[in-house]
């Protein structure tokens, strides 16, 4: 794995004059006689949020430096303002050794999984690389990320189709209906919007409802109003990298340019290639969304139980230091519903809880068995 220099990273990622407006970047307003430069400092989808819903890129938001509340936010239609392009693009944000050149079977194996045709009902047929084509043509950066990228580098097959990228909310969806509009899938997201994603309605008893889930770049949570919250996006690798769990799962791949990125600077170094993970946990905790804290806990639970073999001493400090601060946040979370969609989504990766055993395992093998008795073990007994 080679560490390219910063001139061959520049050159791969200069942008072009038609290319889309990112953070950082400043857009003339005109504002009575006289021009009003602002500057883009993230971005937010102002739509409906749900499964199925129908979205479109005249709800995506320019959140501008002059704009002093969430509703003062104005929407800026970039083809419309004069443009100052002074944002950088996300890897020109990163140090040397955050950008990788991988082995060349690696990619071989990548395309191979993303080329995997997924066939529908009434003989229709995609691939999560027609996609993720059709979105890099529209000028935006798209990447593999997460888990596939971390079994990739493992030697193991990838499983889950899971896309980050610069593409906004609402522009993702018109770009990628333009595709799934023909083939009778459909899109909608979380209840927040942090994760948007495709599914298939011919699979009626979905047992691969999701065909992929993309996620822009986050940078921060907050409420629009009093009872809806929402997430900003940006155009930062090293922002979004807060909000994730664990270090090995935090590498993005660029397909296009057969790159990886490693925002964390530790994502490489912890997987530990062909060999055994160490289990880090991405620090800041984040505090909000509420369970935010509580969610990275028991992240790295789940992947001490995937991976029994792995050092636990990381894992051990962390508890150690951060323990009571997890246990706070997971404590705000009253409504039993919302602790078991915590508990079931970070640890078995569903909406179902799984076998409470492997759960209370884990507990009592990292020396936090009072955690599983006081939260984990009353939801299954509000279940019954």
């Known amino acids: 794995m080679s560490i390219l220099d910063t001139k061959k990273v520049n050159e791969l990622y200069c942008r072009q004059p038609n290319d889309p407006v990112i953070c950082g970047d400043k857009v003339c307003l005109p504002d009575k006689s006289d021009p009003e430069w602002c500057e883009v400092i ?50 020109l944000k990163l140090d040397e050794n955050m950008i990788r050149k991988p082995e060349p079977n690696i990619k071989n194996s990548l395309e191979d999984f993303l080329r995997k045709v997924i066939r529908l009902g009434e003989g229709k047929k995609t691939s999560v690389w027609g996609i993720m084509k059709a979105v890099r043509s529209g000028g935006y950066d798209i990447w593999v990320a997460g888990g596939a990228v971390r079994d990739l580098l493992r030697g193991e097959s990838p499983k889950d189709s899971d896309l980050a990228g610069t593409v906004p909310i609402g522009v993702f969806s018109e770009i990628v209906g333009r595709i799934i509009g023909q083939l009778g899938l459909a899109l909608g997201s979380n209840s927040d919007g942090s994760v948007w994603h495709i599914f298939d309605p011919y699979d009626f008893r979905k047992q691969k409802f999701r065909i992929l889930e993309y996620a822009p770049l986050k940078l921060s949570f907050g409420y629009v109003h009093e009872e809806e919250c929402r997430w900003e996006y940006d155009h930062d690798l090293t922002k979004d990298a807060v909000w994730r769990d664990l270090t090995i799962n935090c590498l993005f791949y660029d397909v296009f340019n057969d790159l990886i990125f490693d925002p964390t600077g530790d994502g490489w170094n912890d997987l530990q290639i062909n060999s055994v993970p160490n289990l880090r946990v991405i620090l800041p905790l984040p505090l909000e969304p509420k369970g935010e804290a509580a969610k990275k806990l028991l992240r790295l639970l789940k992947f001490t139980r995937r991976y029994p073999e792995a050092d636990k001493n990381l894992a051990h400090s962390f508890i150690k230091e951060h323990l009571s601060v997890c246990t706070q946040d997971f404590q705000k979370l009253t409504p039993h519903h919302r602790k078991i969609r915590i508990v079931a989504h970070a640890f078995y990766g569903s909406g179902r809880l799984g076998k409470q055993d492997e759960l209370r395992k884990e507990c009592v093998n990292m020396g936090i068995d009072h955690i599983y008795q006081e939260f984990f073990e009353p939801l299954w007994k509000e279940l019954k």
């Open 42 to 91: 993230s971005v937010r989808y102002k739509g409906k949020l749900g499964e199925r819903v129908d979205t479109t890129k005249e709800k995506d938001y320019f959140h501008l430096k002059s704009d002093k509340t969430v509703e003062d936010r104005r929407c800026i239609e970039v083809k419309s303002y004069p443009r100052k392009a002074e944002g950088k693009k996300p890897a």
